[in-house]
């Protein structure tokens, strides 16, 4: 499986960014789909997931109720809808995937980063 990240870029606070993760390879009717994100000098950190195959999906604190996550099968992609962004927010954001039975992502796509200016 190879995924390919796309949709980063410079926004002011307030504003919105949507961001793309387009799968190729395999099906992937059993994974998790992640969203990470590095921020200069600090450690990746969990943003969103959603099933492939299903409905659930997961957020970390710091993005409920701004960040949606999103899956079209049919485009094999998945989507970072990205709300009332802070600068807190600026970081390469990064899809990932992994087996819904494991802990760890294990493929990676390149990051797309997002800046977000005061």
């Known amino acids: 499986v190879q995924l390919q990240a796309s949709g980063g870029g410079w926004v002011q606070a307030g504003g919105s960014l949507r961001l793309s993760c387009a799968a190729s390879?395999?099906?992937?009717?059993?994974?998790?789909m992640g969203w990470l994100r590095q921020a200069p000098g600090k450690e990746r950190e969990f943003v969103a997931s959603?099933?492939?195959?299903?409905?659930?999906?997961a957020y970390a604190d710091s993005v409920k109720g701004r960040f949606t996550v999103s899956r079209d099968k049919a485009k094999n992609t998945v989507y970072l809808q990205m709300n009332s962004l802070t600068p807190e927010d600026t970081a390469v954001y990064f899809c990932a995937a992994k087996w819904r039975g494991s802990a760890e992502y294990s493929i990676w796509g390149q990051g797309t980063l997002v800046t977000v200016s005061s």
């Open positions: 390879g395999r099906t992937l009717s059993s994974y998790v």
């Open positions: 959603v099933l492939w195959s299903g409905v659930g999906t």
